[in-house]
């Protein structure tokens, strides 16, 4: 069994959680329903609570926001008002990783950035998939998530998660994510898992491929999914 290698700052206490901009301990994992945002927007939550960036409250509670400093408008209520209002977020298509980006800046101004790399329509054997490939490892194994958004082959549609670890498996560069759209096990570090071509030849074209639990066994004839990750997303902290 290859070694699974994880991100730092963020632990199993009864559930996943992560210790917050002032080092209390808050439950990480938000799924869809528990704010008011589409998948792109709680996984970029996410990535900003393993930064500590911010506290869970501050995401779920206007006030908790507005008390992270001494009054006036701040970092935390831009984040309520521009990402988690249950505008923006809930469009049918969703944000792009290079909108939240704009996004994250707006909010934190200099405290917190991100950088965007795509692959959008690129080969998955190009050297711009490759690149794209060797920047989510390197990334997590300096320490710190990244936030993959990913388009589905069979229809147009697509998604976004946190990648919090990764082992290489065979030829594939393995991907644990945290999926905001599914549930998480009491038990578990992560609840999705991408596959991305990595040892291959360049002669051939490879899909990525996205596991995810189903409800229902019928649904395992389509599993896994064909995706392909077109986009990541890293946060630097100032």
């Known amino acids: ?15 996943l959680v992560t210790s917050g901009r002032t080092n209390n301990i ?17 996984s970029l939550m996410m990535m900003l609570m ?3 960036r911010v506290n869970r409250p501050e995401l779920e509670n206007r006030q908790q926001a507005q008390k992270a400093t001494k009054g ?6 831009r984040l309520q008002d521009r990402l988690l209002s249950g505008l923006p977020g809930l469009y049918k298509d969703g ?8 996004e994250l800046m707006s909010c934190f101004k200099n405290k917190a950035t991100a950088n965007v790399e795509e692959a959008i329509g690129s080969r998955c054997n190009s050297k711009k998939k490759r690149d794209l490939t060797e920047k989510i490892k390197s990334t997590i194994d300096k320490g710190f998530p990244v936030q993959i958004g990913f388009s589905y082959k069979r229809f147009n549609a697509g998604h976004s998660v946190v ?13 644990l994510c945290l999926d905001p759209a599914s549930e998480m096990s009491l038990t578990g ?10 040892y291959l030849p360049n002669s051939r074209v490879y899909s990525d491929l996205y596991y995810v639990p189903f409800t229902s066994p019928d649904n395992y004839k389509d599993w896994p999914l064909e995706v392909t990750v077109d986009e990541i997303l890293t946060i630097n902290v100032k």
């Not at 994880?6 to 206490?13: C, P, R």
């Not at 006036?72 to 209520?77: I, R, T, V």
Request: with cysteine; hydrophobic share 40%.
């Open 50 to 52: 393993i930064h500590s």
């Open 189 to 198: 570090f992560w609840n999705a898992i991408i596959d991305m071509p990595y």
């Open 95 to 102: 944000y792009y990783l290079s909108e939240l980006s704009d």
């Open 1 to 15: 069994m290859q070694p699974i290698k994880f991100i730092k700052d963020f632990y199993w206490e009864r559930e």
């Open 163 to 175: 990648a919090i670890g990764y082992t290489v498996s065979e030829a594939n560069l393995r991907l």
């Open 72 to 77: 006036g408008y701040n970092s935390y209520m």
């Open 26 to 42: 808050y439950p990480l994992f938000a799924h869809q329903g528990d704010l008011d945002a589409a998948c792109a927007v709680y």
